[in-house]
């Protein structure tokens, strides 16, 4: 039936989109997902941690502050995120990783945008997103985070500093690595731009949280070089 009405619509030139993350053909043109990806892509709401968006179990829960930030508050003011590193918005990431498009592009950019409006309580002076180490970034071709940065700082007008943080270490992948293998490999491996930094409210930008021990880096670095205040947006949360 499908292949029927892929073959009618392709033949009459009708719209024959296909929803970006499960393939299924959807009459809209603009490359938005189908309905069932579309409500899979809802934002979390309540069961987190608002300060490091650690996900507890009930996604109805009153947000509520997780002991490690009771322990030891994390260098940033807001935490903000679109949803759990699951499901539609776990394939979304990794089908844009890896094959680079333009509507998945877009879709991520309004759901980085939603977060922020969910959360934001100010409008940052700029957007500083996550850097890749030049090695990685020839290999890969792009970096999401400057990706979803520029978009994020295209609709609410304000800069993107994408050198205010650059890699002086290349690490290895955080992913093949415990949680005090993941703290000692991404220590010292960021420098800050004291001169872009200084004095301003920055929002740093990232697809992905994985434990946050890049994230902590990252804004631990632009604090040491002078920055005002450190926000934090990322689309996904990983569960632990
Ligand atoms: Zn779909
Ligand atoms: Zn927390």
Request: charged share 25%.
């Amino acid at each position: 039936m499908l292949a029927l009405l892929k073959a009618l619509a392709e033949k009459s030139g009708l719209a024959a989109s296909r929803c970006p993350l499960c393939g299924q053909l959807t009459y809209d043109e603009s490359g938005a997902p189908c309905q069932a990806c579309a409500r899979s892509l809802s934002p979390r709401t309540g069961g987190f941690c608002p300060q490091c968006g650690e996900i507890f179990g009930d996604d109805d829960g009153v947000p509520t502050t997780c002991p490690d930030c009771l322990h030891t508050p994390p260098p940033w003011d807001r935490f903000m995120f679109h949803s759990v590193h699951a499901g539609a918005l776990r394939d979304l990431i990794l089908a844009h990783k890896f094959g680079r498009s333009f509507s998945n592009a877009r879709l991520m950019a309004r759901l980085a945008e939603e977060a922020f409006a969910r959360h934001a309580r100010r409008v940052p002076d700029a957007v500083v997103p996550v850097p890749l180490h030049r090695r990685r970034l020839a290999w890969r071709g792009f970096n999401q985070s400057t990706e979803l940065g520029r978009a994020l700082g295209r609709k609410l007008s304000i800069p993107v500093q994408d050198r205010a943080l650059s890699r002086i270490r290349h690490t290895a992948p955080q992913t093949r690595l415990d949680h005090t293998g993941r703290q000692t490999n991404i220590k010292a491996a960021f420098a800050a731009d004291a001169a872009t930094v200084k004095g301003r409210r920055l929002l740093l930008v990232d697809d992905v949280y994985t434990t946050g021990a890049t994230m902590r880096e990252c804004a631990r670095t632009l604090n040491r070089a002078g920055a005002a205040a450190v926000d934090v947006l990322v689309l996904a949360r990983s569960m632990g």
